[in-house]
């Protein structure tokens, strides 16, 4: 790997902790439903550096968030989505990039990520009840995914000419 894809790569991460970190003290909707501004990052890094990157950025993202707040079941969540969310991510864009645009990528990889997230919530409270709050989560999974694929889509055209100077 090049120093210039190291360098982005860790800025890349920078950002996302930040906005990870920030997007944590707003208050909440309901519980879990949030706009999942730091996987701008993970998608940006996907697009412009590779899945490899994308992987590395949401990794470092989620275990340095969880050194800043200590909480280990927001540890769990956030791995078990943001794994399942890239993977889905990687998958679409890699196999599937001219058929679908970033938001409906983006949006694929939030409803993933929801999933990941209520499978650990199911099986830490033991209670398979639980999965009826998939259905608000995706939705609102689906509708802020879409945001951040619009945002990344205009990470990618802007920043994506100063990298591959």
Same mark, same amino acid.
């Given at each position: ?74 540890? /769990?969540?956030?791995? &078990?989505? %943001?794994? !399942? $969310?890239?993977?889905?991510? *990687? ?6 990039? =001219? ?43 689906? /509708?802020?995914?879409? &945001?951040? %694929?619009? !945002? $990344?889509?205009?990470?990618? *055209? ?6 591959? =100077?």
């Amino acid at each position: 790997m090049s120093l210039r894809r190291v360098i982005v790569t860790g800025l890349l991460t920078a950002l996302a902790l930040v906005f990870n970190i920030v997007e944590g003290t707003m208050p909440l909707p309901l519980p879990g439903i949030k706009l999942g501004a730091a996987n701008v990052f993970s998608l940006v890094a996907l697009v412009l550096l590779g899945v490899r990157e994308a992987f590395a950025v949401t990794l470092l993202r989620v275990c340095l968030a969880w050194l800043v707040t200590g909480n280990w079941f927001a540890f /769990l969540c956030s791995m &078990a989505g %943001g794994l !399942l $969310a890239t993977c889905t991510m *990687a998958i679409l864009y890699t196999k599937f990039g =001219k058929d679908f645009s970033l938001p409906w990528i983006s949006a694929a990889g939030a409803c993933a990520f929801n999933a990941g997230q209520i499978a650990v919530v199911a099986y830490v409270v033991g209670d398979r009840r639980i999965l009826v709050y998939a259905i608000p989560l995706f939705i609102a999974g689906a /509708l802020a995914g879409w &945001a951040v %694929g619009v !945002l $990344a889509s205009m990470l990618c *055209a802007r920043v994506g000419k100063i990298i591959t =100077k």
